[in-house]
């Protein structure tokens, strides 16, 4: 087994249609609210100027959402983080029109769908959108795509003794690639992880403060179809959110939503896992 | 930083399949490019297209992840005992003890593609291409896991034409805290529409082979490739090829264009050379990022001028190539050689998310052979690109190489390597 | 109609065709709360102006190639004349246009 890699989580950022933020999410897992009745569209990407806003697809509208909102919450200037983007698929709509277009005319390829449609879309908008010249990385491991990304945001944090932004979403799999590739609605999840470092976890709101003590294990031989299955997420959450890939987030979330201290186990590949413990932060020393 | 050793290495490009057909080329200066007979609808430009990929069989375990991303994949790691060098790895550390980390810049999307243009009467895929595990950019990491039989942590990088560089300091970063002992990284990327059209359409692709750093250079070549590299730690694995120093960062400007001063290109490259603990004048070849498009040569340029210094024997020797000169002239025996930079993107074309690795295994086969690639195709070197860009390749110790790799989003990587650990 | 009359010199008053020009760039390009009858013909519609850059020009280019036929590359040398304001665009594609 290998390092015990400890961190603090200093903020928490979420949208999803119906739970459009993370104090929602929190009051609807905890009894205290309901879903909103009605879907809200994307919401708009405000930190972008205007040349970049009306280019933004929906991928990268949820992703800098959960960012700004995260980031927030850490009490943190976006300028100052790296980040660490990660989404199973990218952008599907982009894909089902540049597929289409490729197969009627490809000539029509939209160039600004084009330049949209690299995987570090939403990477490359947020940097610039927030001025940040600090490293950002976009990745993805299909259906283990959320623990690939908070290893690689938590080990990012220690290895250069910084806090990270971690920013992970999917959007909805259109056309005929949805069929086979299926991923409905919207979420966007973001958190900002920093190294543990002593201090007390202070007044803190719902899910900030806490630690988080992962470690890379061997663990399930074959390898799932999905790591996360609709049985872990919360009912609460289940019926209010999307059939979207990124599901996979929601088990760690509903951990740091509900204050729960226990241990989670995510899948990293064929017989591995990455083992979380979810703690209150203690002083050390 | 604590250096990493390179202990096995391998790409598969245009040029050929292994590191013998790579430097073989550079040396002859030969290129892969051809004219574009990969698209259906015709488009004129020129491809670094990979012979035979069509003709790779995957094993029948491999059957659900049968494309031609991963028949390159496949293609790639056939060459310089690199399996092998896995299987050792994975006797010595155990399979959950080697992370892959994997470069790609558009995956298997060359599958989904052909779904659409094969779409049944209702608008469905047709059944050979209703397998969801190529119509997701996973496919390549999970294919490679399964290829190798590796279980340890498996991710796809996807940054554009940086992935496969970035590649590099996530692993490295892996190995530093312990969570893996040895990585497999690199990238592999294949032509497909979405990339030829794509770029296309952002008139961005030259009618022409590249020809980075010319002052009439128009564009860019597409090519694919593959390539892979283990890396172990130093005192566990002995090597002539090290890793010693990765930059990363970001433009924070534009989507798909540089910044114009190179701002954040510079960021990643003076950081690299911070964590290799090597100061500029202690680089002895760089592997440019060098696309051949107007903008980004320019910028790139100007940065290794501003930071590289220029000594006498840069200025003697970078614009004095005779127009019919043999190729790999000798360097001059007389003076310590100067820095030689160049973009080999004339001979593979820009592999994308491969282009991190293909030009990372330029560098250690530049040290192992005691040879820097010229610039092929460019008839001149664009004086505005600086004094360091060679138009032809010379043999002459590298003991400290660079690579830049820039992609779409503002996103930089440069790595260092040195033929030994220590300083 | 987009023609209006009034105080305006009627260098002001978009066409026909301009008006059908500036529906055309503030579709395509998702301009956000531009009405297409606010944008003056003669203005740049580059850099300053609407705040275009080049990306949007190939987007541009490809939508009047849909819509019109008429193809413009960015390395023809009248092309900064061409794409100079909504008017001379309007203009270049009309005279352009196959019959």
Redesign the interface.
């Known amino acids: 087994m290998s390092t015990c890699l400890e961190v603090r989580v200093s903020g928490v950022g979420f949208w999803a249609p119906r739970l459009p933020d993370w104090q929602t999410a929190c009051a609807v897992l905890a009894g205290r609210a309901e879903p909103e009745a009605v879907a809200r569209s994307r919401p708009a990407p405000a930190l972008l100027a205007?040349?970049e806003?009306?280019?933004a697809p929906d991928t990268v509208s949820i992703a800098l959402e959960a960012a700004s909102r995260a980031c927030e919450a850490a009490g943190v200037d976006p300028v100052s983080l790296p980040s660490v983007f990660a989404c199973t698929h990218g952008d599907g709509a982009i894909n089902d029109y540049l597929c289409g277009t490729l197969a009627s005319n490809p000539l029509?390829c939209?160039?600004?769908r084009f330049?949209n449609s690299v995987h570090n879309a939403a990477a490359g908008y947020w940097t610039i959108g927030t001025g940040c010249v600090k490293p950002s990385t976009a990745l993805t491991a299909g259906s283990e795509t959320f623990a690939a990304g908070l290893l690689e945001a938590i080990v990012q944090a220690l290895a250069d003794e910084t806090p990270v932004l971690y920013v992970a979403y999917d959007a909805a799999m259109p056309g005929p690639v949805g069929e086979v590739s299926p991923s409905a609605g919207m979420i966007a999840s973001a958190l900002v992880v920093e190294p543990l470092k002593g201090d007390g976890p202070g007044v803190r709101p719902a899910g900030v403060g806490r630690c988080l003590r992962a470690r890379v294990a061997p663990g399930a031989q074959a390898m799932p179809e999905a790591s996360v299955s609709p049985g872990s997420i919360p009912h609460a959450w289940f019926a209010a959110l999307p059939a979207n890939s990124m599901r996979q987030c929601l088990p760690l979330l509903a951990f740091l939503a509900s204050d729960a201290e226990g241990r989670m186990q995510m899948q990293l590949n064929q017989g591995c896992v990455l083992e979380v413990d979810i703690e209150e932060v203690t002083t050390h020393g | 930083m604590k250096p990493l050793a390179v202990t096995a290495y391998t790409t598969t490009t245009a040029v050929g399949q292994g590191n013998a057909a790579l430097i073989g080329a550079l040396m002859a200066e030969r290129s892969g490019l051809r004219p574009n007979d990969f698209t259906q609808h015709p488009l004129e430009t020129f491809i670094g297209r990979v012979a035979d990929v069509e003709a790779v069989r995957l094993p029948s375990h491999l059957a659900p992840w049968d494309c031609r991303n991963n028949r390159l994949a496949l293609l790639g790691l056939e060459s310089d005992g690199f399996i092998a060098a896995v299987e050792a790895a994975r006797r010595r550390y155990g399979a959950d003890r080697i992370a892959l980390v994997i470069g790609t810049s558009t995956s298997s999307i060359g599958a989904t593609e052909e779904a659409y243009a094969r779409l049944t009467p209702e608008g469905h895929f047709p059944d050979d291409l209703c397998r969801p595990e190529v119509h997701t950019p996973h496919s390549l990491g999970v294919f490679l896991a399964r290829a190798l039989d590796l279980r340890g942590p498996c991710v796809t990088v996807s940054t554009a034409c940086s992935s496969s560089a970035k590649v590099f300091a996530q692993a490295e970063r892996l190995l530093r805290l312990g969570i893996a002992d040895a990585a497999i990284v690199g990238g592999v990327d294949t032509l497909c529409g979405s990339v030829l059209f794509g770029f296309n359409?952002?008139?961005l692709v030259s009618k022409e082979p590249c020809r980075p750093f010319d002052p009439t250079r128009n564009g860019i070549s597409l090519g694919e490739a593959a390539g892979f590299a283990l890396l172990e730690r130093e005192g566990v694995a002995d090597s002539d090829a090290w890793l010693i120093g990765h930059g990363e960062s970001s433009d924070a400007h534009?989507?798909?264009?540089p910044h114009p001063e190179g701002l954040g290109a510079e960021l990643a490259l003076r950081d690299a050379l911070a964590r290799a603990q090597r100061a500029p004048a202690a680089v002895d070849y760089i592997n440019l990022h060098g696309t051949g498009s107007q903008k980004n040569d320019e910028v790139e340029g100007a940065l290794i001028a501003r930071v590289f210094p220029v000594s006498p024997a840069t200025s003697a020797t970078t614009h004095a190539a005779p127009a019919h000169a043999a190729p790999a002239h000798p360097a001059p025996a007389h003076a310590a050689p100067a820095l030689a930079a160049s973009s080999t993107k004339g001979f593979t074309g820009h592999t994308l998310g491969a282009a991190g690795i293909v030009e990372a295994v330029i560098c250690l086969l530049a040290m192992k052979h005691g040879f820097r690639p010229g610039t092929l195709n460019a008839r001149s070197i664009d004086p505005d690109c600086g004094p360091h860009v060679r138009l032809h390749g010379e043999h002459a110790p590298v003991r400290v190489a660079v690579n830049e790799s820039f992609g779409f989003g503002g996103n930089n990587c440069v790595l260092v390597f040195a033929d030994r650990a220590a300083p | 109609m987009p023609a209006r009359e009034g105080i305006y010199s009627m260098s002001q008053v978009q066409s026909v065709a301009e008006h059908e020009m500036a529906e055309l760039i503030v579709t395509s390009?998702?301009?956000?709360g531009v009405d297409p009858a606010s944008i003056e013909p003669e203005a740049p519609l580059f850099g300053t102006g609407l705040?275009?850059?080049?990306?949007?020009a190939?987007?541009l280019a490809?939508e009047i190639s849909?819509r019109y036929g008429v193809q413009l590359?960015?390395?023809d040398e009248d092309n900064r004349q061409i794409f100079a304001s909504l008017r001379s665009l309007a203009t270049y594609v009309h005279t352009h246009r196959p019959a």
């Open positions: 205007p040349t806003r009306r280019r029509l939209s160039p600004t330049h | 359409s952002l008139e534009h989507m798909s264009s | 390009l998702n301009l956000e705040g275009l850059d080049s990306i949007d190939l987007e490809l849909k590359r960015s390395d």
